[in-house]
């Protein structure tokens, strides 16, 4: 089992925690197939035969099995943390208004703070303020059609 990081918007995580998502779509690129793949999954015959593949002069279409094969998000008993923009509220203790917050971390997701440009952005989130760990349960690749 692998852990992951997921970053979210902070009306997806909104919704996440309030139980109404369960689900997400993510576009996973031709380039991020290979990338991903990691060097214990995969012995060295199957990367090179799929970095061929991908990297094809001819334009070699890539089979939705192919690209499970190297999902980026992982693989069902996988998790994925969470990653939501945050406040570090343990960094402005000594700021009167924030005397009183007894959280080490808020979240803009939970309306907190809606003035604040303090945020850390999602990207940039450290572990240690995660509040959500999700298990991928299935996956399956799909087109995208414009």
Not at 27 to 35: A, F, L, M, S, T
Not at 51 to 68: H, I, K, N, R, W
Not at 111 to 135: D, K, Q, T, Y
Request: glycine share 6%.
């Amino acid at each position: 089992m692998k852990e992951r990081p997921l970053l979210f918007t902070p009306a997806m995580a909104a919704e996440t925690h309030a139980g109404r998502k369960t689900q997400t779509r993510r576009v996973v690129k031709r380039g991020h197939i290979y990338r991903f793949c990691p060097g214990g999954d995969l012995n060295a015959t199957e990367r090179r035969r799929i970095y061929a593949e991908l990297f094809d002069p001819v334009g070699y279409s890539v089979t939705p099995e192919q690209m499970l094969e190297c999902c980026p998000y992982g693989k069902p008993g996988d998790r994925l943390w969470v990653r939501e923009a945050v406040f570090d509220v343990r960094a402005w203790r000594h700021v009167p208004l924030f005397a009183g917050v007894t959280a080490d971390f808020l979240y803009k997701a939970d309306g907190a703070f809606i003035g604040c440009h303090r945020w850390i952005p999602n990207i940039h989130m450290p572990r240690e303020a995660c509040r959500s760990v999700l298990e991928v349960v299935s996956r399956r690749a799909e087109p995208v059609e414009w």
